[in-house]
Nanobody, 121 residues
Framework: QVQLVESGGGLVQAGGSLTLSCAAS????????MGWFRQAPGKEREFVGV????????YYANSVKGRFTISRDNAKNTVYLQMNSLKPEDTANYYC??????????????WGQGTQVTVSS
């Protein structure tokens, strides 16, 4: 029902900034809670942050809190992940995901293909 496509990944030096985008298909984007996850080589996928579908409330993992910001533009069917003060440990493949459940912290039903972010020291 929903296809997600991430973009904006690349190579950046430590301390730099990068903004990722996730474009969603369909006409009901505003109904979806949108999350960001990341996975580094040899590690499990971890939660980065989420933005709710109605109020736009955001929640972040402690590791990125204060540095990353999630926003959404429902008119453009797009969610963003603005990453500032990047660290080498932020290096990972970043994924966006979506669900349409009432509770923000619910299992995700749709996933993008991922976009690579590499932070050099």
């Amino acid at each position: 029902q929903v296809q997600l496509v991430e973009s904006g990944g690349g190579l950046v030096q430590a301390g730099g900034s990068l903004t990722l985008s996730c474009a969603a298909s369909g006409r009901t984007f505003s109904r979806y809670t949108m999350g960001w996850f990341r996975q580094a080589p040899g590690k499990e996928r971890e939660f980065v942050g989420v933005i709710s579908r109605s109020t736009g409330s955001t929640y972040y993992a402690n590791s990125v809190k204060g540095r990353f910001t999630i926003s959404r533009d429902n008119a453009k069917n797009t969610v963003y992940l603005q990453m500032n003060s990047l660290k080498p440990e932020d290096t990972a493949n970043y994924y966006c995901a979506a669900h349409i459940k009432d509770v923000v912290f619910s299992p995700y039903d749709y996933w993008g293909q991922g976009t690579q972010v590499t932070v050099s020291s």
